[in-house]
């Protein structure tokens, strides 16, 4: 069996690090953060930790939150501030020394999510 990308990292607590990372680099960005003013970001990162570890590869059984068109329902999400969310995480992920190929699966991962994420 060939190995995933999150096992090839290592799991659970490098993709945490590699998650509150990137919400401290949303977080820097007004037009980011706006999406997230009523969000408790400890639960937010729970349900992202899940949801990167399938992006990377993990079986998609190990998450557990409401789909993603219900999850962002009425955010009013924009496709620019979801494409800044990309290059956020991909920036987060070279800086924890993801290679390049890598990279670009698990954005291409994510990336298949688009359209239930985006409203406008």
Same mark, same amino acid.
């Given at each position: 069996m060939e190995q995933t990308i999150f096992d090839k990292y290592g799991g659970i607590p490098v993709v945490t690090d590699?998650?509150?990372?990137?919400?401290?680099?949303? #977080?820097?960005r007004p037009n980011l953060r706006r999406y997230f003013l009523n969000v408790e970001v400890?639960?937010?990162? =729970?349900?992202?930790?899940a949801?990167?570890?399938?992006?990377m590869g993990r079986m998609p059984h190990h998450y557990v939150g409401r789909n993603m068109r219900l999850a962002h329902q009425g955010r009013g999400i924009?496709?620019?501030s979801f494409d800044l969310? #990309?290059?956020l995480l991909s920036d987060t992920l070279k800086s924890h020394e993801f290679a390049d190929?890598?990279?670009? =699966?698990v954005m291409a991962n994510v990336k298949?999510?688009?359209s239930q994420i985006v409203e406008r």
């Amino acid at each position: 069996m060939e190995q995933t990308i999150f096992d090839k990292y290592g799991g659970i607590p490098v993709v945490t690090d590699i998650v509150r990372d990137f919400y401290k680099r949303v #977080l820097r960005r007004p037009n980011l953060r706006r999406y997230f003013l009523n969000v408790e970001v400890d639960h937010l990162i =729970q349900h992202q930790v899940a949801f990167v570890s399938i992006a990377m590869g993990r079986m998609p059984h190990h998450y557990v939150g409401r789909n993603m068109r219900l999850a962002h329902q009425g955010r009013g999400i924009t496709g620019a501030s979801f494409d800044l969310m #990309l290059e956020l995480l991909s920036d987060t992920l070279k800086s924890h020394e993801f290679a390049d190929k890598d990279i670009r =699966q698990v954005m291409a991962n994510v990336k298949k999510y688009k359209s239930q994420i985006v409203e406008r």
